[in-house]
């Protein structure tokens, strides 16, 4: 089984966003695979780096693929199961890509302020525990993944090698 997803960071400054696709095995939490790419503006900075920087085009569908075509080549032709969030564009990619999996996507749960007052150490019923708690662990050990930080990536190639190191190191 394999939890998918992906988590934004930005490169240089908050108004250049970077997406992170993210692969990981749904009961050890084993990293598969890991691929960054620009993603496209988004929120109520969008339009002052529209201004600033221009069109940036979104290809975080390539790191998507990248990352499901990585699944594909360990899975082989074994059937799996393939977990991720909501997103509509993902079911479309892992149907042409991953033909032999299932998919279950799962719905935001809304709620976020209750849900972090419970204070549970681990929430069984989160179909995409590993998967956030993998997106956790980097966030906490890469200084440059922090969200509140001095420290950022200045350049996509090199986060996309310190994630490497990560996976190595995290497996």
């Not at 935001?108 to 179909?127: C, M």
């Not at 662990?137 to 090199?158: A, C, F, N, P, Y």
Request: no cysteine; aromatic share 8%; glycine share 4%.
């Amino acid at each position: 089984a394999v939890q998918f997803d992906e988590m934004l960071s930005f490169e240089h400054t908050r108004l250049k966003p970077v997406s992170i696709a993210l692969a990981v095995e749904a009961t050890q939490g084993k990293i598969i695979e890991v691929s960054v790419a620009q993603s496209h503006y988004q929120g109520r900075l969008s339009s002052i780096a529209l201004a600033k920087y221009g069109p940036r085009p979104d290809q975080s569908r390539l790191a998507r693929i990248e990352v499901l075509k990585a699944i594909a080549k360990i899975s082989g032709d074994k059937h799996f199961e393939i977990t991720t969030d909501a997103k509509p564009q993902y079911q479309n990619e892992i149907e042409e890509l991953l033909p032999n999996t299932t998919l279950a996507q799962v719905a935001n749960r809304g709620g976020r302020i209750s849900r972090l007052l419970q204070a549970r150490r681990r929430n069984e019923k989160d179909k995409l525990f590993f998967m956030n708690l993998a997106g956790a662990r980097i966030r906490h050990d890469l200084s440059r993944m922090g969200r509140k930080v001095w420290v950022t990536t200045k350049k996509m190639e090199r986060l996309q090698l310190h994630l490497f190191l990560f996976v190595a190191f995290h497996n």
